[in-house]
């Protein structure tokens, strides 16, 4: 769902290191209600870190959405103040009372150190998707 978060060029993808783009059935949408339309009845996780249930709190069920917002932005507040009930966070470390779900700036209230209290956004998705695929059971996956 436009406005990504990062690039798709040719160039981007090869510098990413994605040998598995091919394999990616990828739909941009130009917005959420374009998402939607072509969806119906979607009602995606909504990743944010100021959510108060944790990404492993929920069962995860196929045909699932994992949504996540840019890094320097997040998702639009209007759209996770709609869903609540849909929205969940990464725990992370809590240093000297600076978390992400209490600090109105993020990340960058701590210019010492303005990645400690945060994921990238690659690093968010992975640890989520594991998740979900596990509940799962790894579905077309080798399990040795």
């Given at each position: 769902?436009?406005?990504?978060?990062?690039?798709?060029?040719?160039?981007m993808i090869r510098r990413?290191?994605?040998?598995?783009?091919?394999?990616?059935?990828?739909?941009?949408?130009?917005?959420?209600?374009?998402?939607?339309?072509?969806?119906?009845?979607?009602?995606?996780?909504?990743?944010?870190?100021?959510?108060?249930?944790?990404?492993?709190?929920?069962?995860?069920?196929?045909?699932?959405?994992?949504?996540?917002?840019?890094?320097?932005?997040?998702?639009?507040?209007?759209?996770?103040?709609?869903?609540?009930?849909?929205?969940?966070r990464i725990p992370m470390?809590?240093?000297?009372?600076?978390?992400?779900?209490?600090?109105?700036?993020?990340?960058?209230?701590?210019p010492a150190d303005p990645?400690?209290?945060?994921?990238?956004?690659?690093?968010?998705?992975?640890?989520?998707?594991?998740?979900?695929?596990?509940?799962?059971?790894?579905?077309?996956?080798?399990?040795?």
């Amino acid at each position: 769902v436009e406005p990504l978060g990062f690039e798709l060029s040719d160039r981007m993808i090869r510098r990413s290191g994605m040998g598995y783009w091919k394999d990616i059935d990828l739909h941009v949408y130009a917005n959420y209600e374009t998402f939607l339309a072509a969806n119906p009845g979607a009602s995606p996780w909504m990743f944010t870190k100021r959510a108060t249930s944790c990404y492993h709190e929920v069962a995860y069920a196929h045909g699932d959405y994992l949504m996540f917002g840019r890094e320097s932005s997040g998702i639009a507040p209007e759209l996770l103040a709609a869903h609540p009930e849909r929205c969940l966070r990464i725990p992370m470390l809590e240093r000297e009372g600076l978390n992400p779900a209490t600090c109105a700036c993020g990340p960058a209230s701590d210019p010492a150190d303005p990645d400690a209290v945060s994921l990238n956004l690659s690093n968010a998705a992975n640890i989520v998707m594991f998740e979900a695929l596990r509940q799962l059971g790894f579905p077309g996956m080798e399990l040795r």
